[in-house]
T-cell receptor, first 114, second 116 residues
Framework: DAGVIQSPRHEVTEMGQEVTLRCKPI?????LFWYRQTMMRGLELLIY????????DSGMPEDRFSAKMPNASFSTLKIQPSEPRDSAVYFC????????????FGPGTRLTVT | AQSVTQPDIHITVSEGASLELRCNYS??????LFWYVQSPGQGLQLLLK??????LVQGIKGFEAEFKRSQSSFNLRKPSVHWSDAAEYFC??????????????FGQGTTLQVKP
C-alpha cells in the first residue's frame, strides 16, 4: 500500500487567499484525522471522520477552517481566508476500526502564509 | 479522561549509549499504547504498540517498550543509540476501548539529540 498521501507537500500563499489541502487515506481505513503541528502548540487534532462523517470538529480553530470527506478515499481541509498564524505543518492520518486503533500518518503539508 | 505525560521535553545522549524515554498515562482500564517517531521534516511513524499480553513489546529500529500497570508507565528503550535516532518521539494512548472512538491522545513529545 502507498500509505497516506497528502498534497501538496509545500504551500506558500499570501494572507487572504484560500488554501486547500488534500488527503488520500489508506484503502480500507474508515477513520481519517486532520492534525496541525506548530512549535508553540505541538500536535493538535483538528477534526476526524468515521465512514466519511465528521465525528468531532472541536479542534477546528475557527470558521475559516472547514473539512470535507466526500468519499472514502479523499478528504480536504480548506482555509479561507488564510492568515499568517495558520502557518504550520498539517498532517492527515487514517486508521481502521476493524483492528487496533493505531494511526498511520501522511508526510504532511507545510503551509506558509505570508 | 485519558492523558499522556512525557516528562522530558529534551534529552541528549551519546551515540552508543542506552536510551530510555519516559511516558506516563492516565486511564482506568488496560489501555492501547503507542510510540511514534518523527524525524525532521517527516510525518509520524509508528515504532511499536501495546494492547495486551506480554508487557515487553518489540518495535522497529531496535526499540522496545515495557508496560507497567502499577506505575502507569510505558517507557521506550534502546540499548545502543545511533545518530540516526535523533528525532522527536511521541507516546500516545487510544481513547476508549470497546467503544473505540479511533482517537489517540498524544503526549507533548520528547526531542532526542544524539552526540557523536
Amino acid at each position: 500500500d502507498a500509505g497516506v498521501i497528502q498534497s501538496p507537500r509545500h504551500e506558500v500563499t499570501e494572507m487572504g487567499q484560500e488554501v486547500t489541502l488534500r488527503c488520500k487515506p489508506i484503502s480500507g481505513h474508515d477513520y481519517l484525522f486532520w492534525y496541525r503541528q506548530t512549535m508553540m502548540r505541538g500536535l493538535e487534532l483538528l477534526i476526524y471522520f468515521n465512514n466519511n462523517v465528521p465525528i468531532d470538529d472541536s479542534g477546528m480553530p475557527e470558521d475559516r477552517f472547514s473539512a470535507k470527506m466526500p468519499n472514502a478515499s479523499f478528504s480536504t481541509l480548506k482555509i479561507q481566508p488564510s492568515e499568517p498564524r495558520d502557518s504550520a505543518v498539517y498532517f492527515c492520518a487514517s486508521s481502521s476500526s476493524g483492528g487496533a486503533p493505531e494511526q498511520y500518518f501522511g508526510p504532511g503539508t507545510r503551509l506558509t502564509v505570508t | 479522561a485519558q492523558s499522556v505525560t512525557q516528562p522530558d521535553i529534551h534529552i541528549t545522549v551519546s551515540e552508543g549509549a542506552s536510551l530510555e524515554l519516559r511516558c506516563n498515562y492516565s486511564y482506568g482500564a488496560t489501555p492501547y499504547l503507542f510510540w511514534y517517531v518523527q524525524s525532521p521534516g517527516q510525518g509520524l511513524q509508528l515504532l511499536l504498540k501495546y494492547f495486551s499480553g506480554d508487557t515487553l513489546v518489540q518495535g522497529i529500529k531496535g526499540f522496545e517498550a515495557e508496560f507497567k500497570r502499577s506505575q502507569s508507565s510505558f517507557n521506550l528503550r534502546k540499548p545502543s543509540v545511533h545518530w540516526s535516532d535523533a528525532a522527536e518521539y511521541f507516546c500516545a494512548v487510544a481513547e476508549g476501548t470497546s467503544s473505540n472512538t479511533g482517537k489517540l491522545i498524544f503526549g507533548q513529545g520528547t526531542t532526542l539529540q544524539v552526540k557523536p
